[in-house]
C-alpha cells in the first residue's frame, strides 16, 4: 500500500452481505472519483475471502483489526483515510473516536434503527456517543430518522437502502442459465430461494397438491451434502441437480440449484417465488433481489425486523404463509399473483436512487475541495 500514492476512501463492511450491501456506492465513487484508492474491510471471512483477490473495485482489501484504541490508531495512521464509510450496522468505538479525533469524515449509510436497538435504553450512552462520531447517517427510513433525533442526533437523512440500487443492476445483465430453461419449458415455475428444511417440507407438501404442469427449482441456504440429500429425501423419484443431462430436466418436477452465487440471476425464471428463512429465528432473507423481476412473493412468518418485507405486504406485493395449503390458494388464484407481481415491480421502483443522494453528499462535503 505504501507504493499507492493517491488519497484513499477506507469503506468497511462485516461481512459478504454488508459488502453487496455497499456495493452500489463503491462502484459510484470509482466511476465518477476513479483518483481516489479504495481501501475495503471487513471482519468476517464470509467478505474477505470471497473479495480479496476478484473484486476490481478495491484497491486494497483486508480484515479490520479487533477495536482497540491501540489499533486503532495503527490502523488509521497507516491507512490515512479521507474519509470513512461504514455500510448499516457498524459501530466501532476506538475506530470512530479516533477518526473523529484526527478529524477525518465518517459517514454511516443504508442503516435502520428500531427501538429494541441498545442506542435507545437507559444503558444505552456509549453507543449514542459513537453516533456522534459520524458526520452523516444516512437512513432507510423515516422512524430510523425520528428515533435518532429524540435522541440529539440531527445528521440525518433518509434515502432508502442501496441494496435496491444493486439488485436492480441485475436487470441490466444478460445473464441466461441454460439447464434453468430446459427444466422449465413450459411450465408454470416456481423458484424457492434460500431455503430451510421448514421451507422445503412446506413446499413439498405445496407441489403434491399442485398439478403436474407446475415445477419447482430449490437453491436452499446450505449445500453441503447432508441438506442436499435431505432435499432429494423429500421429493423421492421426481428431483435432481440442475447439472444432469437435458431428458432428466424435463422429466423431474423439482430441480435443485447444489451451487452458490446463481440465485439472484434465477429469479427471472420465476412465475412466482419463495423466500426461505421464514421458520427460522435470523428470519427471511433477501427479497429485494426477486421482487426487482416483478413477480409475486411469498414466505414464512418471520418477517418483522425487515422493513421491506413489512412495506411490501402493505403494498400487496408479498404475503407471509404458515401453511402449504395457503400458499397453494395462493398459488390458483391468478388475478391476485398478476397483480402482486405488478406492485412488486412499482415498489422496486420507488425504492431506487439512495446511492445517488449518498453520492451527491460526498461529492459535495467530502470531494469537492479536494478536486
Excluded at 269 to 292: C, M, Q, R
Aim: negative net charge; glycine residues 6%; charged residues 25%.
Amino acid at each position: 500500500m505504501d507504493a499507492d500514492k493517491r488519497e484513499r476512501i477506507w469503506i468497511h463492511c462485516a461481512s459478504l452481505g454488508e459488502f453487496e450491501q455497499g456495493r452500489p456506492l463503491i462502484e459510484s465513487i470509482k466511476l465518477y472519483h476513479p483518483q481516489y484508492s479504495i481501501v475495503l474491510t471487513f471482519f468476517s471471512p464470509s467478505g474477505y475471502e470471497v473479495k480479496k483477490k476478484d473484486y476490481d473495485f478495491a484497491d486494497h482489501v483486508f480484515y479490520l483489526p479487533l477495536d482497540t484504541k491501540r489499533n486503532a490508531k495503527e490502523f488509521i495512521n497507516l491507512v490515512q483515510p479521507q474519509l470513512a464509510l461504514f455500510v448499516k450496522y457498524e459501530f466501532w468505538y476506538h475506530f470512530l473516536h479516533t477518526l473523529k479525533e484526527q478529524k477525518i469524515p465518517a459517514v454511516l449509510f443504508s442503516s435502520i434503527f428500531q427501538r429494541r436497538h441498545p442506542f435507545f435504553k437507559w444503558y444505552g450512552g456509549l453507543y449514542r456517543k459513537m453516533l456522534t462520531c459520524y458526520a452523516q447517517i444516512f437512513v432507510q427510513d423515516e422512524d430510523s430518522k425520528i428515533l435518532l433525533e429524540r435522541i440529539n442526533i440531527h445528521q440525518v437523512q433518509i434515502v432508502g437502502d442501496t441494496r435496491f440500487d444493486r439488485a436492480a443492476k441485475v436487470l441490466q445483465q444478460d445473464k441466461s442459465f441454460q439447464t434453468i430453461e430446459v427444466f422449465k419449458e413450459g411450465h408454470t415455475l416456481i423458484v424457492a430461494g434460500s431455503t430451510w428444511a421448514d421451507d422445503e417440507m412446506l413446499l413439498r407438501d405445496v407441489m403434491l397438491s399442485l398439478p403436474p404442469n407446475y415445477k419447482l427449482l430449490i437453491a436452499p441456504h446450505e449445500v453441503d451434502d447432508d441438506h442436499i440429500r435431505q432435499i432429494e429425501s423429500f421429493f423421492p423419484g421426481d428431483c435432481c441437480l440442475w447439472a444432469v443431462d437435458e431428458h432428466t430436466l424435463r422429466e423431474k418436477r423439482v430441480c435443485i440449484v447444489h451451487t452458490v452465487g446463481q440465485l439472484s440471476y434465477l429469479y427471472k425464471y420465476a412465475d412466482l417465488v419463495w423466500v426461505g428463512g421464514g421458520f427460522t429465528k435470523s428470519g427471511i432473507h433477501n427479497i429485494i433481489e426477486p421482487a426487482v423481476f416483478g413477480v409475486p412473493i411469498f414466505f414464512g412468518p418471520n418477517y418483522h425486523r425487515y422493513r421491506e418485507a413489512v412495506e411490501m405486504i402493505g403494498y400487496d406485493a408479498a404475503d407471509s404463509l404458515t401453511q402449504a395449503s395457503e400458499f397453494t390458494e395462493a398459488i390458483e388464484n391468478k388475478n391476485a399473483l398478476y397483480h402482486m407481481g405488478n406492485n412488486a415491480k412499482q415498489y422496486v421502483n420507488l425504492q431506487l436512487g439512495a446511492t445517488e443522494k449518498i453520492l451527491a453528499y460526498l461529492t459535495e462535503k467530502c470531494f469537492a475541495s479536494k478536486e
